[in-house]
């Protein structure tokens, strides 16, 4: 099956920084990635996705990136606030059309 | 909020117990998913159910079962319950069965004591 790395573990970083989270996966059929926010005692969120036929997809602070051939794909957010303190999730699907899940990096925003 | 409607938020239970969890997905999503959390397992997938058809089994344990009823509401029976069933239990939906955009609840927290 399918298998999903996600680092760093844990993210700590200050008020107005840039922040990056990579996963790397296994099957090369899969075609679906997602990126998931999950805060304290919600169920995670859908925050930005992008399919294999797009290099880069941005929606204001979040941007993600995929690199097909090397099958890692990272989440980038600019300008973190406070808010932005949250468990985030990558997921991969595609062949299985199961989602398979990193384990999670829980960032902290300093103020 | 998301539209999935899970309870209950949080049943506390013995070993040997059984409990039944309840999901209600968003409006017109067929797909329902129930993933497994815990500290150090992430999120595991369980199963699927695609317009109350069983889709997909991960890595469920045969202790626990699942169905999707014709209204698409999901539940998730759990039996002989031991310690390391503890967790939280999440159920999402998707409009169809591909695995993209998925919807969470926010969870039912077990505790098996």
């Known amino acids: 099956g399918e298998n999903v790395e996600q680092h760093p573990s844990t993210l700590s970083v200050q008020e107005g920084d840039s922040a990056v989270i990579k996963c790397t996966y296994s099957d090369s059929a899969s075609n679906y990635f997602p990126w998931y926010k999950q805060e304290l005692g919600k169920g995670p969120q859908l925050i930005i996705d992008?399919?294999?036929?797009?290099g880069e997809k941005k929606d204001q602070r979040i941007a993600v990136t995929l690199n097909k051939t090397a099958k890692h794909f990272s989440l980038h957010i600019t300008e973190t606030q406070p808010e932005d303190s949250a468990v985030y999730f990558c997921?991969?699907?595609?062949?299985?059309?199961?989602?398979?899940f990193g384990r999670g990096t829980s960032l902290i925003v300093h103020p | 909020d998301s539209g999935v409607t899970q309870t209950p938020k949080h049943l506390i239970t013995a070993t040997g117990q059984r409990v039944t969890l309840r999901c209600s997905p968003r409006?017109?999503?067929?797909?329902v998913y129930w993933y497994q959390q815990s500290l150090d397992q992430g999120l595991q997938f369980l199963i699927q159910?695609?317009?109350?058809?069983?889709?997909a089994k991960g890595n469920i344990l045969e202790r626990f079962s699942a169905q999707q009823f014709p209204d698409l509401h999901s539940e998730l029976n759990l039996s002989s319950l031991e310690l390391g069933d503890s967790a939280l239990y999440f159920c999402?939906?998707?409009?169809?069965?591909?695995?993209?955009?998925?919807?969470f609840g926010s969870g039912t927290q077990l505790s098996v004591l």
């Open positions: 997921s991969v699907s595609g062949g299985s059309y199961i989602p398979t």
């Open positions: 409006s017109g999503d067929l797909s």
């Open positions: 159910y695609y317009n109350g058809e069983e889709r």
């Open positions: 999402a939906s998707s409009v169809d069965k591909g695995g993209e955009k998925l919807f």
């Open positions: 992008i399919r294999s036929n797009v």
